[in-house]
């Protein structure tokens, strides 16, 4: 079956604009969670939704980030004011609400870029 | 709060050669613990994962990561690598009560032919 889908792959803005990132997870997931990879590092955890709700948004970096999930499927991350240290690899990643820990499905990224 | 540590940023081995790429998390409690893989313009695909029982674990392409409490450790294993196996791997460790996960720096793979 599909998987995670995340549009654009890229996005090249300037420096102060907005920004949306969007993520379609796998069919039938009702967990989303946000990361963000900056270069040569390892992905940094953003938010979890479950449902249409952010269950966790502890690693939102400050105000201007901002995500939501209306229907429980698609989410959207919005970058407000974006600065140059936001240019980064976007990951989102669904799972199953199986109980414990969910094995997370990520997509391939989108690739933002500041300048 | 949990943390990871991939001691090695780059690793260059022959092709054929066996591989064990090295890590350390730090979790008060049983973790669970995973290796995902990242080739270049892809996103990160699961190798194996660590949530209770036999601490040597197999994955997909034939890598296999053995759990050691008493040392923190996750360290993955293939006894003969690929040319395909050049990549980016990620150790990633997650808590209980909590989805998000917590990933190292990696370890780059390069392979010589």
């Known amino acids: 079956g599909a998987g995670v889908s995340q549009t654009p792959s890229n996005k090249v803005t300037e420096k102060g604009k907005y920004v949306e990132l969007r993520c379609d997870p796998i069919?039938?997931?009702?967990?989303l969670y946000w990361y963000r990879q900056s270069l040569g590092q390892g992905p940094e955890f953003l938010i979890y939704?479950?449902?249409?709700?952010?269950?966790?948004d502890s690693g939102l970096p400050n105000d201007r980030f901002f995500a939501v999930r209306p229907e429980g499927s698609v989410s959207t991350l919005k970058i407000q004011r974006t600065e140059r240290g936001d240019s980064a690899v976007y990951l989102c990643?669904?799972?199953?609400?199986?109980?414990?820990?969910?094995?997370?499905?990520f997509g391939p990224g989108t690739r933002l870029t500041v300048t | 709060a949990q943390s990871v540590t991939q001691p090695d940023i780059h690793i260059t081995v022959s092709e054929g050669a066996s591989l064990e790429l090295r890590c350390n998390y730090s979790?008060?409690?049983?973790?669970?613990l995973f290796w995902y893989v990242q080739s270049p313009g892809q996103g990160l695909q699961l190798l194996l994962k660590?949530?209770?029982?036999?601490?040597l674990v197999q994955g997909i392409k034939g890598f296999e990561a053995e759990f050691k409490r008493s040392q923190s450790s996750f360290n993955l294993r293939k006894p003969s690598v690929h040319w395909s196996d050049a990549a980016e791997y990620f150790c990633?460790?997650?808590?209980?009560?909590?989805?998000?996960?917590?990933f190292g720096q990696g370890t780059r793979l390069t392979i010589n032919p």
């Open positions: 990643a669904s799972s199953l609400n199986s109980g414990g820990f969910n094995e997370q499905y």
């Open positions: 069919s039938g997931h009702t967990a």
């Open positions: 990633a460790v997650g808590a209980q009560g909590a989805q998000k996960l917590v």
């Open positions: 939704f479950q449902g249409t709700g952010a269950a966790d």
């Open positions: 979790y008060g409690a049983t973790p669970y």
């Open positions: 660590y949530f209770s029982g036999d601490t």
